[in-house]
């Protein structure tokens, strides 16, 4: 099992910029989430998705969207980047079912500048 | 907001030892997790520990809860270099639609020496 995939791994943008990061899961979880960490921030969650076609805001929403259009697949778009989006953005999934922990994939690290 | 806290910030200990990082929350909890990140990683799920449970344990992992003081503490014990990494407690608060969402602490670096 791959777990949670995040393509690309590595990003650097031009202020202004849009671009598209990419989350899939192959375990069949409900739930799904964007986090982003910063230096000395720990995570912070960006938005994140109860099932398939449903989103919500989390709690820096601001300045990111994100759709859910298939369950296995949650995508995060920054429509006009800026230098305060450089940052390191993990996604998650869980089954949706109490006490259960959730799965993270490996990060893409995305400089703006 | 940051939920969970931890501390210290730091600790660097010689392989054998324990090494002990505690986690400070402010509202009542559903569940707190513990999760390990190493370097350029994503993280990883080590243990979770319910509201009413005060105890558990998981290989050299043993996690306490205190509800009543609102903190939880993570041991390792016998460490090795390959525990080095960053831990993290996480808070599960929600309910409905917020349920199993996580709010993480900002982190203990652990830095086992050999």
């Known amino acids: 099992n791959a777990g949670v995939t995040q393509t690309p791994k590595f990003r650097v943008l031009k202020t202004g910029q849009s671009m598209t990061l990419l989350c899939a899961q192959d375990m069949n979880h409900e739930y799904m989430y964007w986090y982003r960490q910063d230096p000395g921030m720990g995570l912070r969650l960006i938005h994140y998705?109860?099932?398939?076609?449903?989103?919500a805001k989390g709690e820096v929403p601001d300045g990111y969207n994100v759709s859910r259009l298939k369950k296995q697949n949650f995508l995060l778009g920054l429509e006009s980047a800026a230098p305060s989006q450089t940052s390191v953005y993990f996604c998650?999934?869980?089954?949706?079912?109490?006490?259960?922990?959730?799965?993270f994939g490996d990060g893409t690290r995305l400089s703006i500048l | 907001s940051q939920q969970g806290e931890e501390d210290p910030q730091a600790l660097s200990i010689q392989e054998g030892e324990n090494a002990t990082m505690n986690c400070s929350y402010k509202t009542s909890i559903n569940n707190l997790q513990w999760y390990r990140q190493n370097s350029g990683r994503g993280l990883v799920h080590l243990i979770l520990?319910?509201?009413?449970?005060r105890e558990k344990h998981s290989g050299r992992l043993r996690v306490t809860l205190d509800t009543s003081k609102k903190s939880s503490s993570l041991l390792i014990t016998a460490s090795r270099a390959a525990d080095t990494a960053s831990y993290f407690c996480?808070?599960?608060?929600?309910?409905?639609?917020?349920?199993?969402?996580?709010?993480f602490g900002k982190g203990t670096k652990l830095s086992v020496i050999p």
């Open positions: 520990i319910r509201s009413n449970e």
């Open positions: 998705s109860v099932g398939e076609g449903t989103t």
């Open positions: 996480a808070t599960d608060v929600g309910s409905g639609a917020g349920s199993y969402q996580l709010t």
């Open positions: 998650a999934s869980n089954p949706g079912r109490a006490g259960q922990p959730q799965h």
